[in-house]
């Protein structure tokens, strides 16, 4: 669930003194405890086995018809991996992508030199989904030819050759789900208000919005989904293949169908409510009990201090975020409004988002919905203590290449920060001492 605002945190950020360049450096992922992947506090016993039932659904392994041990039937005929967990699997599940890429194992026969090769995919990760600029849509990276129970579907991959020379591939990574319940949670109202709030910088954004009843979006790279109902059916179809209540049919490449002997596997939708079970877990559909799993997975946990970094740096940290600006756009907290599930009823959601599109210098040309080519949404920072890769690609493996990306809207934030400010914003410029005492915030959250 997957190159612009994916850009925006390089390798090195430098200021330059009058004689001297010093280096601010990511302390790199946190270690201890995930501090993520647990139910939110204050489920009731039913809900939490709901939650329990959706967190198994994310684990479960799908194939093509079932016959493989451990796995159930409906993967593809075309996909880019073969469970939910595997996508959201760091630091723990619901996360993002993991150090290790699973897609790796994935692969079936013949299908993995190419996208090697042409540096789609690799071993050391990260998860990732492809996107032609072309059409602005996904390219599964696997079909399901030469997997058990497909022996008479004989389909291509895309051309990712030809995409790849015509310079139009684009890659999106998993965004991680933690917390996911609270950001459905938070009213509309909440959100259009900050976005008509002035606001400092140059900064301006705006809210995506679905095109038929025109309410606010907000899941998604481009916050481009309205629910995580929504945006579980899309990514089962999207990513494992499998027709669902909300998407119920396969598909297929350049919006164009496979033919029916890759996918009549299965009376479609694959995926529906099982009318027959009379125990409730059973009853609802995958689609259904993922979007449990994430409506009431926790929040990533920020920590006071870690290793040798100490409160007082952290403190100091986030003071620098706020004065050069940064908190703007990753407002720090918003509070969900009257729920109907007491657990995310008036919570507060410290969420470093203001779930709004942004053009901060790294789009990747594909627009969705009235987020256009040029705009991401305001990444969540919660849980960034623990990220891997950062960027909507996966390009930034550091904080400070992350940060060193943007530009657009950011630029006059990312000229604060790196203390280059001239006239009125001079007095928001970062010191050395203050950009490292961020990066250390950054990575306690």
Known sequence: MMFRLARGISTCVVLLTSTVAVAQTDPGPR?????????????????????????????????VAGAEPE???????????????????HPALGGSSPATNPQIAA????????????????????????????????HALFTIVGLPGAE??????????AASAAGVLRFRI????????????????????????????????SVNRNGNDGTITRFGWKAQNKSLLIFSGEAYNVEQGISNELFPDERGEGGRPDPMACHEKLTAPQDT??????????????????????????????????????ASQITAGQAAFDKAGCSVCHVKSMMTGHHANAALSYKTAALYSDLMVHDVDTGDGIAQGL??????????????????FFLHDGSATDLVQAIDAHGGEAARVMNNFRGLSIGGDAAFNLNATERQNLLYFLRSL
């Open 71 to 89: 796995t159930e039937p409906g993967l593809g005929p075309r996909f880019n991996l073969t469970s939910c967990g595997g996508c959201h699997a």
């Open 31 to 63: 270690g201890g405890t995930a501090g993520a992947g647990a139910r939110i506090v204050g489920l009731s016993i039913k809900e939490s086995k709901f939650f329990d039932a959706g967190r198994d659904a994310f684990l479960e392994i799908s194939s």
């Open 273 to 310: 409510v099982s009318y027959d079970s009379t125990q409730p877990q059973k009853v609802i559909d995958d689609v259904s009990n993922f979007a449990n799993f994430m409506r009431f997975l926790a929040a990533p946990a920020a920590v006071a201090s870690y290793g040798t970094i100490t």
């Open 371 to 388: 987020a256009n080519g040029d705009q991401f949404r305001t990444a969540p920072l919660w849980g960034l203590g623990q990220r891997l």
């Open 174 to 205: 998993p965004t991680p789900t933690f917390g996911g319940g609270l950001i459905e949670a938070i009213p509309d109202a909440t959100i259009d208000a900050y976005a008509a709030a002035p606001k400092p910088f140059g900064i301006g954004g």
């Open 152 to 161: 008479a579907c004989h389909i291509q991959q895309p051309d990712f050759a």
């Open 107 to 138: 692969a079936p026969p013949g299908q993995l030199n190419l996208l090697t090769s042409l540096g789609i995919i690799s071993s050391a990760g990260p998860v990732r989904e492809v996107r032609f600029s072309s059409d602005g849509g996904v």
